[in-house]
């Protein structure tokens, strides 16, 4: 048979096995490891005062200044007090805020449990996150909506 007049049908089907192998691969490799407890959280050193964290799920960015500690993500849970000992072995200042790069339990899963320690009273003070469009221009004129 003339490879012109080859049909594509076989190209197609094996393009979407590919894409169904990918997606099947994809999910299972997101989904949560069954034992956590020994995971442990590594702290790598990228720059002075910038580190990141690597442990069972999303990496987590660590910038710890004067002011305290902000993260980048926060792991599942089940690892919220390794990831605050990890934090603790690289500042002695306070978590300060956390960004979610998105809502996958490997990066968000610990917010509830990190806000409890950092913040385990309501009289403590609590990050509070104002766009910068809200925030009043200087000598207290309104910002730029």
Known sequence: MNASKTSP????MACGFLAAALVIANTALTQQPTDLSKTEIKAIR???DFYTLEGAGGTIGVLAG?????????EYAALTDKVVAA????????IRFAINTHVHADHAGG???LAAVCYPSPSATTPIW???RHRPARKGSPGIS
């Open 111 to 113: 917010n509830e449990n």
């Open 66 to 74: 004067r002011d305290g500690v902000l993260l980048i993500d926060t």
């Open 46 to 48: 990228l720059a002075p």
């Open 9 to 12: 049908r076989p190209r197609k």
């Open 87 to 94: 934090i603790k072995r690289i500042s002695d200042q306070p």
């Open 130 to 132: 104002v766009p910068s």
